[in-house]
């Protein structure tokens, strides 16, 4: 089975730096990913990681570490906008599939 | 732009009665398509596993005679709730992925389905 883990809520200020962590536990992996979603919305994709290290892409970076079953989503000059729940998952290792197993979600809330 | 598209966003039906959900992959042909269930607060759920000229694959605890799946074409998914029921009422999300390549997901829209 697979086990993903993630703070339920996190409160930041606008302008500053928030880490959204992630721990994970399954039988196989094929990547992790990280995906924004608003309420009411389908999520959309912000990061894949499937090495070791960190991804930046804009404002927004993501690490993985395999051996420690680890990730954490970094977003930098925090704005209103970015109030949204942030989903971590994990690529199904069955061969041929590609679904993905989702944490619980972490909700950021931006203040003024 | 979207890469999937889903319809209808939002659906109001009687119990008992039944809904049909479309998902289409744009521009790419998707041999493969999930569909996901998400309640309030929570976080989204595999159905199934939606196989181009196949049967589809559900979870475990997702009745597949009332979450009928047909995935007739490479670019189109459908998810028919048959008989539904209050308890049915949720965000119902497909997604699809390139088959070649990361594997990267792409979510559609989401159809709301509410159940009187």
Known sequence: ??????????????????????????????????????????????????LDGLEEKGRFSSFLSRSKGYSYLLLKELQMKDSASYLCAVQDPRTGRRALTFGSGTRLQVQP | GAVVSQHPSWVICKSGTSVKIECRSLDFQATTMFWYRQ???????????????????????????KFLINHASLTLSTLTVTSAHPEDSSFYICSASFDRGAGELFFGEGSRLTVL
């Open chain 2, 39 to 65: 309640f309030p607060k929570q976080s989204l759920m595999l159905m199934a596993t939606s196989n181009e000229g196949s049967k589809a694959t559900y979870e475990q605890g997702v009745e597949k005679d």
């Open chain 1, 1 to 50: 089975g697979q086990n993903i883990d993630q703070p339920t809520e996190m409160t930041a200020t606008e302008g500053a730096i928030v880490q959204i962590n992630c721990t994970y536990q399954t039988s196989g992996f094929n990547g992790l990913f990280w995906y924004q979603q608003h309420a009411g919305e389908a999520p959309t994709f912000l990061s894949y990681n499937v």
